[in-house]
């Protein structure tokens, strides 16, 4: 492809290729369309319906009118939550134990194992059309793409991360920015075309371009906003430049306080200390703390952005009236990030205009840690600034208006919910392979009693760090550290570690994630390194 093309021409191109069915069926199915959403290294607390200063007011009015789980939880990073996400296992039984690299096991192998189906392909026995759009991430070979995974419509960025203007490499170590679409690779030049909208604009156009309109369709719309590099238009920047300017312990305290007032959090949970590598705001200099307020204005408009794209997604199914009989779920693949990439020897430098395509940075602990308000630590860590995520779901007459349930609930839930609602069945088998059997449970029941709750068991390990949430007690140990005991009733933010008051807990929580552990294919991570 000549390097002058636009992506724009290359996406229409392609599309004109898809045969057309004009206009909708007057009676659409009475199955479901779904719409399945997903953020990138977005915190908990970065919804204004979850706490937030940041404009999002389309994803606000979905939890106003839908239904919001407040200890919803993913897998900690992408590629495992991903993983989890479209396959309803845990991450080391689809075979994404860590990220796209052969660890050399089969719950490391780096990508979807034979074993597993994913929701699109699940979906399509039920006479779904399917897209996906966004980044993909669960594996780089070809078994592993989106265009042989189930979706008949794809615009997949293969990889972890990109810039948002182009598809220039973030890395001197060989590594590549790949963009696939319907399984053909393709490069972005267009340098004016942001890549939220990218994202947007292919799942709208699939929309249209759908061969059976009669039948429903299922929208994976995987954002890569707001991971790094932070990047975003002028004019979003514009709207949040000076506004952080208080620092991120008054906007720590501020998010908290609008938490507990939203029923997000309860009171007696309280707020973690600032992350001990931060300074305190009042502790920099006047050109320190803009340097750090247009990082967080950038890092604010990215997620502004995505909003007004979901916004545009939404207005879409109304003009189509499928508004109506359609699932829409949102949720984070992991916590805010800690990563500091201008320190990254193998990041390309470029230190242009903070923003631009000539800038290469991330907003860093001290604001991934106002991203995670109340909770402590990061993406990549199983305490809860690492796997708790916000988590909306609206579905019209099926679900009440400005519901808040706090039933504990996994990113492996999603899968089963989609399936029930799809009248489709989970097999036993699929095509020539045993499937494992589904890890979640349907958040169905939820919809219509949100106050409902059960006892749920979780784990997770992730790269050394490890836990178990059973009922309101939780074990945790960052890597090579000793096991931490929370009693999550009266203290999520994890502020007082009770282990060595509750021994006998910790042995009997450490001995049924270690037989978790062991049925998944959990291996030390010190050893595969």
Not at 38 to 62: N, Q, V
Not at 443 to 464: D, R, Y
Not at 499 to 506: D, L, S
């Amino acid at each position: 492809m000549n390097k002058n093309t636009s992506f724009r021409i290359s996406l229409i191109g392609a599309l004109a290729i898809i045969s057309l069915v004009p206009g909708w069926a007057q009676k659409p199915s009475e199955k479901p369309n779904i719409v399945l959403i997903l953020a990138d290294d977005m915190g908990f607390s970065d919804l204004g319906s979850f706490g937030s200063e940041i404009r999002t007011p389309h994803l606000d009015k979905l939890a106003q009118e839908g239904l919001r789980i407040t200890q919803f939880y993913n897998s900690g990073r992408c590629c495992p939550s991903r993983a989890a996400l479209l396959t309803g296992l845990y991450p080391h039984q689809a075979g994404v134990g860590d990220m796209v690299q052969d660890k050399g096991t089969p719950a490391y192998q780096g990508y979807l194992s034979k074993n597993s189906a994913t929701i699109a392909q699940l979906l399509k026995t039920g006479g779904y059309n399917t897209i996906v759009s966004g980044k993909w991430h669960v594996g780089l070979v070809p078994s592993a793409w989106a265009v042989n995974r189930g979706f008949d419509q794809s615009f997949t960025m293969q990889n972890n991360g990109s810039s948002y203007f182009n598809s220039e490499p973030l890395y001197n170590d060989g590594r590549t920015v790949t963009f696939q679409l319907n399984g053909r690779e393709i490069q972005r030049y267009d340098t004016s075309r942001y890549l939220t909208q990218a994202i947007t604009d292919f799942a709208i156009e699939s929309i249209d371009h759908i061969k059976d309109q009669q039948n429903p369709f299922f929208l994976y719309l995987a954002y890569n906003a707001p991971h790094w590099p932070i990047q975003a238009l002028p004019e979003d920047i514009a709207r949040y430049k000076g506004q952080y300017l208080q620092g991120w312990d008054a906007l720590r305290e501020a998010r908290y306080r609008k938490l507990v007032s939203l029923g997000i959090i309860q009171k007696e949970w309280k707020l973690s200390p600032r992350y001990e590598k931060a300074k305190a705001w009042n502790a920099l200099s006047v050109a320190e703390k803009e340097q750090w307020d247009t990082r967080m204005a950038i890092y604010a408009a990215m997620i502004d952005r995505m909003d007004q794209c979901i916004g545009q997604v939404l207005a879409k199914l109304k003009a189509i009236g499928r508004d109506r009989n359609t699932l829409v779920i949102f949720v984070s693949d992991n916590g805010g990030s800690s990563d500091t990439v201008r320190e990254w020897s193998y990041v390309t430098p470029k230190t242009g205009e903070p923003g631009s395509v000539h800038s290469i940075d991330s907003y860093d602990p001290p604001w991934g840690n106002a991203s995670n308000t109340p909770f402590k630590l990061f993406k990549k860590n199983t305490h809860e600034g690492g796997i708790a995520s916000p988590f909306i779901a609206w579905f019209p007459g099926r679900i009440k208006a400005n519901a808040l349930s706090t039933q504990v609930s996994h990113i492996t839930d999603i899968t089963p919910t989609i399936l029930e609602l799809a009248g489709v069945h989970y097999p036993a088998t699929f095509g020539n392979e045993k499937l494992t059997p589904l890890a979640g449970s349907s958040l169905t029941s939820l919809f219509q009693n949100p106050q409902a709750t059960h006892v749920k068991t979780i784990f997770w390990e992730h790269e050394g760090s490890r836990a178990v949430r059973k009922g309101d007690w939780k074990l945790v140990a960052e890597i090579n550290q000793p096991w931490e005991l929370y009693d999550l009733k009266n203290d999520r933010s994890e502020n007082d570690n009770l282990a060595a008051r509750f021994p006998q807990k910790v042995k009997e929580l450490e001995s049924e994630y270690l037989e978790w552990a062991a049925k998944v294919g959990v291996v030390d991570w010190n050893t595969i390194k």
